[in-house]
């Protein structure tokens, strides 16, 4: 994978306004050039290394684990998103509609439309059936994940991708997990190892629909 400063710079123009700590773009843009043709060298020369995660949860309806990157490393999820991750869209069926460009709810409302007027053409009776996976993410193994992205992605591409998923095997982040479910009385599932991508980065987005 190779960048430039123009295509780093413009990917964190992109990602900016939905980074919710603002802190952190202020810190972030005080050596903006600096810290921009950092990410540029570290990713030419084969030498990222993604930091820690921050850990914290939300609540939803239920309550969210979330592993947030810093902003150096969603720059950098993002530039793996759209220089790798972005291949494997073509191989998705079509009805797959989450986290993709140019699809999304509205597109899936499009389809689930045109499935009903197409079976109410035929005068047949039809179902839809809603459900979640329980703790989806965290039950991701990945092994298979990776043996399943080594048909569509070359060597390099995929020593990268394992480096991201691989991420959640290190010991910090249930010591984390674990630090909030005691001071907060929470049942946040832990990561097994082997198993299980983060949850709040692009990157996981695409490779849990891959």
Same mark, same amino acid.
């Given at each position: !994978?190779?960048?430039?400063?123009?295509?780093?710079?413009?990917?964190?123009?992109?990602?900016?306004?939905?980074?919710?700590?603002?802190?952190?773009?202020?810190?972030?843009?005080?050596?903006?050039?600096?810290?921009?043709?950092?990410?540029?060298?570290?990713?030419?020369?084969?030498?990222?290394?993604?930091?820690?995660?921050?850990?914290?949860?939300?609540?939803?309806?239920?309550?969210?684990?979330?592993? &947030?990157?810093?902003?150096?490393?969603?720059?950098?999820?993002?530039?793996?998103?759209?220089?790798?991750?972005?291949?494997?869209?073509?191989?998705?069926?079509? &009805?797959?509609?989450? &986290?993709?460009?140019?699809?999304?709810?509205?597109?899936?409302?499009?389809?689930?439309?045109?499935?009903?007027?197409?079976?109410?053409?035929?005068?047949?009776?039809?179902?839809?059936?809603?459900?979640?996976?329980?703790?989806?993410?965290?039950?991701?193994?990945?092994?298979?994940?990776?043996?399943?992205?080594?048909?569509?992605?070359?060597?390099?591409?995929?020593?990268?991708?394992?480096?991201?998923?691989?991420?959640?095997?290190?010991?910090?982040?249930?010591?984390?997990?674990?630090?909030?479910?005691?001071?907060?009385?929470?049942?946040?599932?832990?990561?097994?190892?082997?198993?299980?991508?983060?949850?709040? &980065?692009?990157?996981?987005? !695409?490779?849990?629909?891959?």
């Amino acid at each position: !994978m190779k960048v430039d400063y123009d295509l780093v710079y413009n990917v964190y123009l992109g990602i900016r306004s939905n980074i919710r700590n603002k802190k952190s773009i202020f810190y972030f843009e005080l050596l903006l050039d600096s810290n921009i043709n950092y990410i540029v060298n570290k990713i030419n020369n084969n030498d990222y290394k993604l930091g820690k995660y921050n850990i914290f949860y939300i609540k939803e309806k239920k309550y969210r684990l979330i592993l &947030s990157n810093c902003v150096f490393d969603k720059v950098y999820n993002h530039l793996v998103s759209d220089l790798i991750l972005s291949k494997l869209d073509k191989y998705l069926i079509d &009805s797959n509609v989450a &986290s993709r460009i140019g699809k999304g709810t509205y597109y899936g409302r499009k389809l689930l439309h045109r499935y009903i007027c197409k079976l109410k053409g035929n005068n047949k009776v039809f179902y839809i059936l809603k459900f979640d996976i329980k703790k989806y993410f965290f039950n991701i193994d990945h092994d298979i994940l990776i043996n399943k992205l080594s048909k569509y992605l070359n060597k390099e591409e995929l020593l990268i991708i394992k480096d991201i998923i691989n991420s959640t095997n290190l010991d910090y982040i249930n010591k984390s997990i674990n630090l909030l479910n005691n001071k907060y009385k929470l049942n946040l599932p832990l990561y097994k190892l082997g198993k299980g991508i983060s949850i709040g &980065s692009v990157c996981s987005q !695409m490779l849990a629909v891959f």
